[in-house]
Protein backbone atom coordinates (compact mmCIF):
# COMPACT_ATOMS: atom_id res chain seq x y z
CA UNK A 1 0.00 0.00 0.00
CA UNK A 2 1.29 3.13 -1.02
CA UNK A 3 2.17 5.83 1.97
CA UNK A 4 -0.30 8.57 2.24
CA UNK A 5 1.37 12.21 1.32
CA UNK A 6 1.50 14.80 3.64
CA UNK A 7 -1.91 17.05 4.06
CA UNK A 8 0.01 20.26 2.82
CA UNK A 9 0.62 18.10 -0.79
CA UNK A 10 -2.97 16.57 -0.78
CA UNK A 11 -4.06 20.43 -0.04
CA UNK A 12 -1.84 21.52 -2.94
CA UNK A 13 -3.44 18.94 -5.65
CA UNK A 14 -6.47 21.11 -8.09
CA UNK A 15 -7.21 21.17 -11.43
CA UNK A 16 -4.38 23.85 -12.46
CA UNK A 17 -1.87 22.20 -10.58
CA UNK A 18 -3.14 18.52 -11.61
CA UNK A 19 -2.54 20.03 -15.48
CA UNK A 20 0.91 21.82 -15.25
CA UNK A 21 1.97 18.54 -13.47
CA UNK A 22 0.85 16.59 -16.24
CA UNK A 23 2.35 19.12 -18.73
CA UNK A 24 5.72 19.03 -16.66
CA UNK A 25 5.97 15.76 -16.41
CA UNK A 26 5.13 15.35 -20.43
CA UNK A 27 7.65 17.96 -21.67
CA UNK A 28 10.26 16.46 -19.35
CA UNK A 29 9.93 13.12 -20.44
CA UNK A 30 10.18 13.95 -23.71
CA UNK A 31 13.43 15.96 -23.47
CA UNK A 32 14.44 12.60 -21.82
CA UNK A 33 13.32 10.59 -24.18
CA UNK A 34 13.93 12.31 -27.62
CA UNK A 35 16.28 15.16 -26.80
CA UNK A 36 16.00 18.48 -26.18
CA UNK A 37 15.31 19.82 -29.90
CA UNK A 38 12.45 17.29 -30.31
CA UNK A 39 11.30 18.52 -27.57
CA UNK A 40 11.21 21.89 -28.06
CA UNK A 41 9.58 21.76 -31.72
CA UNK A 42 6.41 19.23 -30.19
CA UNK A 43 6.18 22.34 -27.67
CA UNK A 44 6.44 24.81 -30.44
CA UNK A 45 3.98 22.98 -32.63
CA UNK A 46 1.01 22.98 -29.54
CA UNK A 47 2.00 26.70 -28.96
CA UNK A 48 1.87 27.68 -32.58
CA UNK A 49 -1.80 26.00 -32.32
CA UNK A 50 -2.26 27.73 -28.85
CA UNK A 51 -1.11 31.31 -30.39
CA UNK A 52 -3.87 31.25 -33.15
CA UNK A 53 -6.66 29.74 -30.90
CA UNK A 54 -5.67 32.39 -28.09
CA UNK A 55 -5.25 35.69 -30.79
CA UNK A 56 -8.89 34.83 -31.93
CA UNK A 57 -9.94 35.75 -28.51
CA UNK A 58 -8.44 39.52 -28.88
CA UNK A 59 -9.73 40.04 -31.71
CA UNK A 60 -12.35 42.99 -32.50
CA UNK A 61 -16.11 42.47 -34.06
CA UNK A 62 -13.97 43.21 -37.71
CA UNK A 63 -11.84 40.22 -36.84
CA UNK A 64 -8.63 42.44 -35.92
CA UNK A 65 -6.15 42.52 -33.61
CA UNK A 66 -4.45 45.99 -32.33
CA UNK A 67 -1.29 46.72 -34.79
CA UNK A 68 0.14 49.46 -32.00
CA UNK A 69 3.48 47.76 -30.21
CA UNK A 70 2.18 48.66 -26.76
CA UNK A 71 -1.09 47.19 -27.28
CA UNK A 72 0.68 44.07 -28.61
CA UNK A 73 2.19 44.16 -25.34
CA UNK A 74 -0.37 44.84 -23.44
CA UNK A 75 -2.52 41.76 -24.85
CA UNK A 76 0.84 39.38 -24.47
CA UNK A 77 0.86 40.18 -20.37
CA UNK A 78 -2.94 40.09 -20.00
CA UNK A 79 -2.77 36.81 -21.47
CA UNK A 80 0.21 35.61 -19.21
CA UNK A 81 -1.47 37.48 -16.23
CA UNK A 82 -4.81 35.45 -16.93
CA UNK A 83 -3.20 32.16 -17.07
CA UNK A 84 -0.79 32.85 -13.73
CA UNK A 85 2.69 34.22 -15.06
CA UNK A 86 3.53 37.56 -14.13
CA UNK A 87 5.30 39.31 -17.03
CA UNK A 88 5.79 43.13 -17.30
CA UNK A 89 6.42 45.14 -20.29
CA UNK A 90 9.55 47.24 -20.15
CA UNK A 91 10.02 48.49 -23.50
CA UNK A 92 7.48 48.61 -25.98
CA UNK A 93 9.00 51.03 -29.27
CA UNK A 94 8.16 50.18 -33.23
CA UNK A 95 11.04 47.78 -33.56
CA UNK A 96 10.39 45.68 -30.83
CA UNK A 97 8.70 44.75 -27.55
CA UNK A 98 10.46 43.33 -24.35
CA UNK A 99 9.07 41.79 -21.49
CA UNK A 100 10.64 40.68 -18.17
CA UNK A 101 8.83 37.62 -16.06
CA UNK A 102 9.04 37.01 -12.37
CA UNK A 103 6.95 34.36 -12.62
CA UNK A 104 6.02 31.11 -15.21
CA UNK A 105 2.63 29.82 -15.45
CA UNK A 106 4.14 26.42 -15.00
CA UNK A 107 5.49 27.77 -11.48
CA UNK A 108 8.60 25.42 -10.60
CA UNK A 109 7.47 22.83 -12.50
CA UNK A 110 9.37 25.04 -15.23
CA UNK A 111 12.92 24.16 -13.83
CA UNK A 112 15.09 21.80 -16.00
CA UNK A 113 12.26 21.94 -18.80
CA UNK A 114 13.59 24.34 -21.05
CA UNK A 115 11.62 22.98 -23.73
CA UNK A 116 8.68 24.55 -22.23
CA UNK A 117 9.92 28.18 -23.21
CA UNK A 118 8.71 27.32 -26.44
CA UNK A 119 5.35 27.60 -25.59
CA UNK A 120 5.94 31.36 -24.82
CA UNK A 121 7.80 31.55 -27.86
CA UNK A 122 4.99 30.56 -30.17
CA UNK A 123 2.25 32.24 -28.45
CA UNK A 124 3.93 35.51 -28.08
CA UNK A 125 5.08 35.09 -31.81
CA UNK A 126 2.76 33.87 -33.35
CA UNK A 127 0.28 36.23 -31.91
CA UNK A 128 2.63 39.78 -32.84
CA UNK A 129 2.57 38.18 -36.22
CA UNK A 130 -1.03 37.95 -36.49
CA UNK A 131 -1.29 41.88 -34.98
CA UNK A 132 1.72 42.80 -37.09
CA UNK A 133 2.30 40.67 -40.06
CA UNK A 134 5.77 39.68 -38.76
CA UNK A 135 7.76 38.59 -35.67
CA UNK A 136 10.35 37.19 -34.61
CA UNK A 137 11.31 35.50 -30.33
CA UNK A 138 14.05 35.32 -28.61
CA UNK A 139 14.74 34.25 -24.94
CA UNK A 140 18.11 34.92 -23.33
CA UNK A 141 17.07 34.66 -19.61
CA UNK A 142 14.66 32.15 -18.70
CA UNK A 143 13.31 30.14 -15.33
CA UNK A 144 13.35 27.17 -16.80
CA UNK A 145 17.75 27.95 -16.89
CA UNK A 146 17.53 28.81 -13.42
CA UNK A 147 18.20 32.52 -14.56
CA UNK A 148 16.20 34.67 -11.59
CA UNK A 149 13.49 35.90 -14.65
CA UNK A 150 12.53 35.06 -17.98
CA UNK A 151 13.83 38.23 -20.48
CA UNK A 152 12.11 37.62 -23.41
CA UNK A 153 12.34 40.00 -26.80
CA UNK A 154 9.76 40.14 -29.32
CA UNK A 155 10.99 41.70 -32.52
CA UNK A 156 8.21 43.49 -35.02
CA UNK A 157 10.51 43.80 -37.75
CA UNK A 158 13.19 41.47 -39.26
CA UNK A 159 16.37 41.40 -37.17
CA UNK A 160 19.41 38.95 -36.93
CA UNK A 161 20.03 39.20 -33.20
CA UNK A 162 20.57 36.30 -31.30
CA UNK A 163 18.70 32.63 -31.58
CA UNK A 164 15.39 34.14 -32.73
CA UNK A 165 12.20 31.86 -34.11
CA UNK A 166 10.04 33.82 -36.92
CA UNK A 167 6.71 34.32 -37.41
CA UNK A 168 4.66 35.41 -40.46
CA UNK A 169 1.23 36.37 -40.66
Known amino acids: ?28 TLQEVVGMDEASAFVARVGDDMGRSIAD ?21 DLKQKIGGHFELVEAG ?10 CPFGKRVEGRPSLCMMTT ?10 NGYASVEIDEALSMGHSRCH ?18
Open 122 to 131: NVFGRIAAEA
Open 1 to 28: MAPTPPKSDIDDLNPKGFFADIVGALSG
Open 57 to 77: RYRDDDGALPGEPVEIGRILC
Open 152 to 169: VTVHLVRSEDGDIYEFFA
Open 94 to 103: PDKLVFTASS
